[in-house]
């Protein structure tokens, strides 16, 4: 166990259906990143969140929204997904200003049919 | 030119071996570089990091970092088949101090 933890684990859903992700870090970290890994590519960051406040969007689809309510939480609101948004989305916690060793949660194994 | 780029493998070692894995990166302004460890099915798991160049070591694990090279590596010594993974080099953005930028992974296969 890293601290990091992810619910679902596993999702399935249809193309008009809405969920959530979410993610929390017990870590004490200021920092927290949705990234997305698909098969045989690298890991892509989308969004990065540093003291609650988004600094980084990766030029990510509006059918992906981050909401960062606190530093401890982070969610990922999908909604009209496409087929080829299936993939293992990974939260990660990093403590800025520090050495910024990511740890990553368990990940949120996503298929849309 | 990709900014982190590693050889896919799989990389086939026998168990006992050392385990090479290279990772070079295209920002000569990088600061930390990291390794993670990923089983299949799995999340990726932070191994070790590393900021001098030279070598740092933790127990069967040595990372070394030539920036002049721009290149990083990961030794792996007495091999077995539990390090059969995928392994992921990530470099430190210049333009950021917190964002990873993650090379695609070499696979490690260690036979018994």
């Known amino acids: 166990e890293t601290g990091v933890t992810q619910t679902p684990r596993h999702l399935v859903m249809g193309m008009t259906n809405k969920k959530s992700l979410k993610c929390e870090q017990h870590l004490g970290h200021n920092a927290m990143y949705w990234y997305k890994q698909s098969a045989k590519k690298p890991l892509e960051l989308m969004f990065v969140?540093?003291?609650?406040?988004?600094?980084e969007n990766n030029s990510v689809p509006s059918r992906f929204s981050p909401e960062c309510p606190n530093s401890s939480h982070l969610f990922l609101h999908l909604h009209t997904l496409q087929p080829e948004d299936s993939a293992l989305y990974l939260c990660?916690?990093?403590?800025?200003?520090?050495?910024?060793?990511?740890?990553f949660g368990p990940g949120t194994r996503l298929t849309v049919l | 030119q990709k900014e982190v780029e590693q050889n896919s493998g799989p990389l086939s070692v026998p168990e006992g071996a050392i385990a090479s894995l290279n990772c070079t990166y295209s920002d000569r302004g990088s600061q930390s570089f990291f390794w993670y460890r990923q089983y299949s099915g799995k999340s990726p798991e932070l191994i070790m990091f590393i900021y001098s160049n030279g070598d740092k070591e933790d127990g069967r694990f040595t990372a070394q970092l030539n920036k002049a090279s721009q290149y990083v590596s990961l030794l792996i010594r007495d091999s077995q088949p539990s390090d059969s993974a995928t392994y992921l080099c990530?470099?430190?953005?210049?333009?950021?101090?917190?964002?990873?930028?993650f090379g695609s992974g070499t696979r490690l296969l260690v036979r018994p």
């Open positions: 990530a470099v430190n953005g210049r333009d950021s101090s917190y964002k990873l930028i």
């Open positions: 990660a916690s990093s403590q800025k200003g520090g050495s910024n060793e990511q740890f």
């Open positions: 969140y540093n003291f609650k406040e988004q600094t």
